[in-house]
């Protein structure tokens, strides 16, 4: 499903440059779910942009479902998120002025989709996310937790191969945290790929796999016990 | 292509930041409120300059005499210089190539009276190629023919508004018009946009008038147009060259001012027209200034307007968005703000100048002020134009925007 060798980022600061990714060599299959755990200033949130294609690595390889991803132009960049890749925020990342069903819509929107059809379909998994009822509803009058189930209705409109979640739970109470991992592990049940950044250690002990990083680096790469989220509930 | 989606897109965006948009919208909309009254106000101007000088053609030259200042080849100063038929017959054969139209004048004054209204008018006598000369325009009947001048008939042709002191809820075509005690039918009723005095005289053939009028062929002055093909120095050059050959026939000395007098409309024309092209300088300048300072505020607007959604521009690219796409919605709704703004400023300005100001400024020399409709379609490209121009910078900016960035940026 996706490859990473040898991958290495640095941002310039002033005069200097501050190597953030010191060859980074990771590969996950199709079905895992992964948290990436790492101390603020490890790099955890680099190599998810990366990945998520948001930002580019210096050197190295990515290959995403067989797609060498190198030197992508802005359009292809484009088309390649919106094909392969759904987002998850910490701060949920919704569009304030549109509701619920438009930002759900929205990625199919990009995706030339006809309006009638991008509805059904957003209404669907709005649906699934169990936000029917709220659905002309705009963000500011929705909750946290429904906020999140919103956006995560909106990564999964356009149905992506690789879910990546950057601190999902970061912004929610832990009830709903728990919530929210809940609905993550039963799309993972459902097929989905999902890559999370984490550093909530009972968050990353719900996925199946952690990842550590520090200072650049791969420090510890574990299958681990999933811990069920239904049983905080 | 319409893309209906797009459309629907920019629309959101603009109802849903109604103040942002207004305020935006504000800016060139007063920007065009102020072009056009200040357009409208000097095409007024313009207007009353070219009013002035409607009555009469630009290109025409008049040929008048008195009495001479200087003695000169035996004769004593004071003579009284006499204009008579043959001097008219002369200039017309010796400058025949330049002259456009010709007349000899003979003028009098006039007790009309027909039944109970009397009134006193000037009387003119002419060829038919006086109302050339003087732009008269006949709105009923005909004007004054070679047939009238070969058998010097009584016949006259009225101004509008002598037909309206004598002839009360009648029309004047047909009737007989008492002057000085001889019956004269009028033929036609002509008006002129000289002004009041331009429509209180009577024209007849100046045959008549010589008849009539102490039964000699003197004339008074003679009119005549140039060949619109001279330019402004042929045109100077010709009607000098007219003085000093009209001197030598009357045996007048170069130096006198008086008893030949040529007077070329060019010199009045020539001095109008600079100053008109001064005036349109002057407000194409203002105008493009105050355009320009409304394009620089939407621009300003616009990129203020990025900065603010960039978090949304970079959800919107996380989501798939192409910069082609960003930058259509940027550009679009810089464009549509600017055009719907920019015609609201239009149409109030032009409804200012039309109901506000109207005729009320006519003191103040301004006639008629408006724009054209040429002017509105240019505006409305220009407009069109000046969105594209003050929303390609932002938006080219939001196209540039890393998400990244954007989305770290809470």
Known sequence: ?233 | MFDLDLWREIFQSINKNRTRSLLSGFTVAFAILLFTILFGIANGLKNTFKEEFADTATNAIFVMSGRTTVANEGYQAGRQIQFKNEDYEYIKEEFKDKIEFITSVVMRNANASYRNEKNSYNLVGVYPDYQFVEKNEIIEGRYINKNDLDNETKVIVIGRLVEEDLFINESAIGKYINLNGIQYKVVGIFMDEGGDNEERIIYMPITTAQRVYGNNDYVNRINLTYSPDLNYDEALGFSSLLTRKLKTRFSVATTDQRAIRVFNMAEGTQQVDQMTLGLTVIILVIGFGTLIAGIVGISNIMIFIVRERTKEIGIRKALGATPRSIISIILIESILITTIAGYVGLLIGVGVLELVVGDKLEVYFITNPGVSYSLLIGATLTLIIAGAIAGYLPAKRASEIKPIVALRND
């Not at chain 1, 290959?63 to 949920?92: C, H, M, P, W």
């Open chain 1, 1 to 233: 499903m996706l490859q990473i060798s040898q991958l290495h980022k640095s941002y310039p600061i002033g005069d200097s440059s501050l190597h953030v990714l010191k060859g980074i060599d990771l590969s996950v299959e199709e079905g895992e779910m992964v948290a990436i755990m790492g101390s603020s200033g490890s790099g955890k949130s680099t190599l998810l942009n990366i990945i998520g294609m948001l930002d580019e690595a210096d050197s190295g390889d990515y290959i995403l479902d067989g797609l060498k991803i190198k030197d992508l132009t802005e359009k292809k960049a484009a088309v390649y998120r919106n094909k392969f890749l759904g987002f998850i925020f910490q701060s949920f990342n919704l569009i304030n002025y549109k509701n619920a069903l438009e930002n759900v819509a929205l990625p199919l929107y990009y995706q030339g989709m006809k309006r009638k059809e991008r509805q059904e379909l957003a209404m669907y998994h709005l649906e699934k996310v169990g936000l029917a009822n709220w659905a002309h509803h705009l963000p500011k009058e929705l909750s946290g937790g429904q906020k999140q189930r919103v956006a995560i209705a909106r990564a999964l409109a356009a149905n992506p191969k690789l879910l990546l979640a950057d601190e999902p739970t970061g912004a929610l109470d832990t009830v709903t945290s728990h919530e929210i991992m809940a609905f993550i592990q039963q799309l993972n049940d459902e097929g989905k790929t999902i890559l999370m950044v984490t550093h909530e250690e009972d968050i990353a002990n719900m996925c199946k796999r952690i990842v550590r990083l520090r200072d650049g680096v791969i420090i510890e790469d574990t299958k681990v016990e999933q811990v069920r989220a239904e049983q905080h509930v």
